[in-house]
Structure formats: structure tokens, C-alpha cells
């Protein structure tokens, strides 16, 4: 399984960006997708979470902000992120679970300046 994150950029405070993540490989030993983020300094965090089934999960801080989504057409897990706050910042990770196994993407950076 391979997973390619991108989307990321500078954007002001209140404003919103769409993270992607295209999986290929052997999707269908995936149960689950997730967006990590890291800030400096700090650990890396779950902001979101999407099932094979459909079901979502969300870290409190974002709940309300930002939606996980899915194409399985295009085998694409999407981040929306609206009402950005500086503490947002932090580069944006998409894991695979599945089968005992994890995968993860390269990060893609997150700034959001006031």
C-alpha cells in the first residue's frame, strides 16, 4: 500500500485548505484511514479518522472545523479544513491500517499564519 498526501500551503487564519491522499496498492486490505498531524515540538496526533465502513472519527479540536471524506473512485481520502487556527500548523500525515500493518504517506505542510 502506497499513500501520497499533498494539499498543504500557507494560509491565513479563518481560512481553508483541502488535504489529499491518494492510496494504490492493495487497497482493499485497508480497514481504515487516518490524518495524523505533528507540530513542532509536540507528538504527532489522530485529527481524523474514516472507516472502511464509512464511519468517522475526529480529535475534539478539529470537530466542527474539518470533515474526512472519501471517492473510492478515485481511491482518495480527503481532509476539508475550514476555520484554520495558527494552532493547526503542523505537518499533515495519512495513515493506512489494515491486516495488522500500518502505511503511512510523506507529510505535507500545514501553516496558518494570523
Known amino acids: 500500500v502506497q499513500l501520497q498526501a499533498s494539499g498543504g500551503g500557507l494560509v491565513q487564519a479563518g481560512g481553508s485548505l483541502r488535504l489529499s491522499c491518494a492510496v494504490s496498492?492493495?487497497?482493499?486490505?485497508?480497514?481504515?484511514i487516518g490524518w495524523y498531524r505533528q507540530a513542532p515540538g509536540k507528538e504527532r496526533e489522530l485529527v481524523a479518522a474514516i472507516t472502511s465502513g464509512g464511519s468517522t472519527n475526529y480529535a475534539s479540536s478539529v470537530k466542527g472545523r474539518f470533515t474526512i471524506s472519501r471517492d473510492n473512485a478515485k481511491n482518495t481520502v480527503y481532509l476539508q479544513m475550514n476555520s484554520l487556527k495558527v494552532e493547526d500548523t503542523g505537518v499533515y500525515y495519512c495513515?493506512?491500517?489494515?491486516?495488522?500493518?500500518?502505511?503511512w504517506g510523506q507529510g505535507t505542510q500545514v501553516t496558518v499564519s494570523s
Open positions: 496498492g492493495s487497497t482493499s486490505s485497508i480497514n481504515a
Open positions: 495513515c493506512a491500517i489494515g491486516h495488522g500493518s500500518s502505511w
